[in-house]
């Protein structure tokens, strides 16, 4: 199985997994072992238009992609950019950084298009209604009159309950193929420094 997160083979986007795989979920501490039923492409669109934001300044409050949210049993696999002047520091889900260093949770600026084109560094997985929050800091010195952020990728329906344990095991020593789907931002090793 050559299928694996943040690939892109001739270019462009490809899906994680495909009907019939084996997906390991990380959720926080929530590990699901599903089989994929379904799956679709969504083309690009606007996930959110946080407003206007005056010239230095940030949002006001934390804003949801509710358009990112998935239905039960289901993930999503998005990459994304923000399509106006802005940087903007993502939550997966509102509590984890997402892109998240020791000190410093990574913004993300509209040069990422130019930068990474096919959008690797901004890919994310959304599990079910667990949407990721964003705050957008505009650095220019004028007012913004939007802010949008514009998202694309795919879409999975997997089976309501977990493999059966057999086939959990079997992934677990490395012989049945399955790919992990890290579904939230990542807080760092818990270890003392």
Same mark, same amino acid.
């Given at each position: 199985?050559?299928?694996?997160?943040?690939?892109?083979?001739?270019?462009?986007?490809?899906p994680?997994?495909?009907?019939?795989?084996?997906?390991?979920?990380?959720y926080g501490?929530?590990?699901?072992?599903?089989q994929?039923?379904?799956m679709e492409?969504?083309p690009?669109?606007?996930?959110v238009?946080?407003?206007?934001?005056?010239?230095?300044?940030?949002?006001?409050?934390?804003t949801?992609?509710?358009?990112?949210?998935?239905?039960?049993?289901?993930?999503?696999?998005?990459?994304?950019?923000?399509?106006?002047?802005m940087?903007?520091?993502?939550?997966?889900?509102?509590?984890?950084?997402?892109?998240r260093?020791? %000190?410093?949770v $990574?913004?993300?600026?509209?040069?990422v298009?130019?930068? !990474?084109? +096919? *959008?690797?560094?901004?890919? =994310?997985?959304?599990?079910?209604d667990?949407?990721p929050?964003?705050?957008?800091?505009?650095h220019?010195?004028?007012?913004l009159?939007? %802010?949008r952020? $514009?998202?694309?990728?795919?879409?999975?329906?997997?089976t !309501?309950? +977990? *493999?059966?344990?057999?086939? =959990?095991?079997?992934?677990?020593?490395?012989?049945i193929?399955?790919?992990?789907?890290?579904?939230?931002?990542?807080?760092?090793?818990?270890?003392?420094?």
């Amino acid at each position: 199985m050559d299928l694996y997160p943040f690939k892109s083979g001739g270019g462009g986007m490809e899906p994680v997994a495909m009907p019939y795989h084996n997906v390991r979920i990380i959720y926080g501490s929530e590990v699901y072992y599903r089989q994929v039923t379904r799956m679709e492409s969504i083309p690009p669109f606007q996930a959110v238009d946080v407003g206007a934001i005056a010239a230095g300044a940030t949002n006001a409050n934390p804003t949801e992609l509710v358009n990112l949210r998935m239905f039960n049993s289901e993930f999503g696999q998005f990459r994304w950019y923000p399509e106006d002047h802005m940087q903007v520091t993502m939550y997966l889900p509102q509590a984890d950084g997402k892109f998240r260093l020791k %000190s410093l949770v $990574v913004p993300v600026d509209e040069m990422v298009k130019e930068r !990474d084109p +096919d *959008l690797h560094f901004t890919e =994310i997985f959304v599990w079910q209604d667990a949407t990721p929050w964003v705050t957008c800091l505009n650095h220019t010195d004028y007012n913004l009159a939007r %802010s949008r952020i $514009v998202a694309q990728g795919y879409r999975f329906r997997v089976t !309501d309950e +977990d *493999l059966p344990p057999d086939v =959990i095991q079997g992934i677990l020593d490395w012989q049945i193929p399955c790919v992990t789907i890290q579904c939230t931002g990542f807080a760092g090793s818990g270890k003392k420094s």
